[in-house]
């Protein structure tokens, strides 16, 4: 099983950054892709941002320029560093890991952290 602990959200004025992080643990052989999702009322959960173990990244087109993902491989961390926040980035973020656990892959989740930027 793998858990996650998500830190990092908060309130801020559009314009401002914040700094998501997620770590993992549990008994994982590795951890293959990790992500970060989010999700505003009534809507449904959208990727935001991937990166694979080789540091590939992706990015939904809304992001592009604001946000970065990185990833410490050693202390099992993924980051989402958010700058110039608009009030549309406003929701629940998710950290969601892939990882393998007795020898099967499959995705996790983290709780969930409310960014809410005003205007």
């Known amino acids: 099983q793998v858990q996650l602990v998500e830190s990092g959200g908060g309130s801020v004025q559009a314009g401002g950054s914040l700094r998501l992080s997620c770590a993992a643990s549990g008994r994982f052989s590795v951890i293959n892709a990790m992500g970060w999702y989010r999700q505003a009322p009534g809507n449904q959960r959208d990727l935001v941002a991937t990166i694979t173990r080789s540091g590939y990244t992706n990015y939904v087109d809304s992001v592009k320029g604001r946000f970065a993902i990185s990833r410490d491989n050693a202390k099992k961390v993924v980051y989402l560093q958010m700058n110039d926040l608009k009030p549309e980035d406003t929701a629940v973020y998710y950290c969601?890991?892939?990882?393998?656990?007795?020898?099967?892959?499959?995705?996790?989740w983290g709780q969930g952290t409310q960014v809410t930027v005003s205007s």
């Open positions: 969601k890991v892939s990882a393998l656990v007795d020898s099967r892959g499959n995705d996790y």
